[in-house]
């Protein structure tokens, strides 16, 4: 399937690669392009770098393009005036939790406003997530794995619930987020140890459920990755 790509625009190479390379844990299957510095090294932002960034970023669902300060907006704004059929949104957002969250949603499928409107909403505090209406089905886990649901594994987690119809909370203790929401799960602070509640309505509860449970089961493949 075609997924929107994202550009990450920034003064420094060092800081654009940075956040690329989280980005790209979190979402293994979207192209996450960094468009950073001067040639020869030197701070700044450069055109052509950027306008080069969009074309290998953008798969055909379109790219999300994210800066870190006023100037890589300006030239960003060039680079995407400047093409004939700029399928792209420029995104004022918090450049690393913004590039999660968008990478985070465009792996799952979500079509470009989506992915950047995730992107937008990083800007604020996370909201929590209402229990889900109506009947809902619900387990308890408990985390075995080192790092707790932080980073890679919210992530992983919010992907997975995205591929199914329902609508999934997560509670630790008084805190509830949405499941989808890596950066509302993040929040929790789910450490090694710690029992989540999870609920779940809508046609694929149960499996929603399912997928928790096997997911809390693998210690979320932290052998199979990066910590």
Do not use: C, W
């Not at 590039?99 to 406003?113: E, K």
């Amino acid at each position: 399937m075609s997924r929107v790509g994202l550009v990450v625009v920034s003064h420094s190479a060092k800081l654009a690669d940075g956040v690329v390379e989280v980005a790209a844990q979190m979402a293994p299957d979207v192209t996450v392009v960094a468009a950073g510095g001067l040639p020869g090294g030197g701070i700044g932002t450069d055109f052509d770098a950027v306008d080069a960034a969009i074309t290998r970023a953008d798969g055909g669902a379109g790219v999300v393009v994210l800066y870190d300060l006023g100037s890589a907006r300006m030239i960003a704004e060039t680079a995407l005036e400047a093409r004939d059929e700029p399928a792209a949104e420029l995104v004022d957002a918090p450049l690393v939790e913004g590039a999660v969250a968008a990478a985070v949603a465009a792996q799952g499928g979500a079509p470009l406003a989506d992915v950047a409107g995730a992107a937008r909403a990083a800007a604020g505090e996370p909201p929590e997530a209402a229990r889900p209406a109506g009947e809902a089905a619900e387990t308890r886990v408990r985390l075995a794995n080192d790092v707790g649901l932080h980073a890679r594994p919210a992530a992983l987690l919010a992907r997975t619930l995205s591929e199914v119809d329902a609508q999934v909370t997560v509670r630790l203790g008084d805190a509830t987020a949405d499941g989808r929401s890596v950066l509302a799960l993040m929040g929790l602070g789910a450490r090694k140890g710690d029992e989540l509640v999870v609920a779940a309505t809508g046609a694929q509860a149960t499996e929603a459920l399912r997928k928790v449970e096997d997911l809390v089961a693998r210690n979320f493949d932290e052998g199979e990755a990066e910590r």
